[in-house]
């Protein structure tokens, strides 16, 4: 199964039609996660405290570890998020800290190293952006340290077009370039 994290919200977005043709080499079954269709709760210590005593008792049949069951899942991660003001939208974030569930996408070992318990074997991580300021820690990076020391996903790849606003800019050139 290929899970398709989508945190584009434009109908014309970019970083989705960049997502779609990789899609379309990949292939096979896919399931969608479109994050702003997602009702995330209210983090607050109410939460918190019944989260952190679900996981404690390994209790993983509650429907609030659906996400992180179906990450953990999946063959291949395709993640497209656009990169909006120096990061990814902060929707992508909140389903970052509700899939990040021990026992389900990661353990420990007895040395206190995280060891991943996903399944895939490939994470792709898809982005757009206007300009040209792209740091990698501030999107990709991030994702791919968790991808690699937490979910033991270990191949990671960054699939990406910038430069696409400045005046000038040859945008269909970059987008062909970027698509694989």
């Not at 340290?145 to 430069?163: D, H, M, P, R, T």
Request: hydrophobic share 45%.
């Amino acid at each position: 199964m290929v899970l398709l994290v989508n945190a584009c919200v434009r109908g014309e977005s970019r970083t989705r039609h960049l997502a779609e043709k990789l899609l379309e080499k990949i292939g096979g079954d896919r399931v969608e996660v479109r994050l702003e269709d997602v009702a995330f709760p209210k983090t607050d210590e109410g939460f918190l405290k019944k989260r952190d005593s679900l996981i404690a008792t390994r209790q993983f049949g509650d429907d609030y570890f659906s996400l992180a069951k179906q990450f953990a899942a999946a063959d291949i991660i395709v993640i497209a998020a656009p990169y909006w003001d120096l990061s990814f939208p902060a929707v992508l974030k909140q389903y970052i800290e509700h899939i990040n569930v021990l026992g389900i996408t990661f353990e420990y070992t007895p040395e206190g190293i995280p060891k991943g318990l996903c399944k895939a074997k490939k994470l792709y991580y898809v982005m757009t952006a206007g300009g040209t300021f792209v740091p990698e820690e501030y999107g990709f990076g991030y994702i791919k340290a968790l991808a690699q020391s937490f979910y033991g996903i270990k191949e990671v790849e960054l699939i990406k077009a910038v430069g696409l606003d400045i005046v000038g800019a040859d945008v269909d050139a970059i987008m062909n370039e970027a698509e694989i």
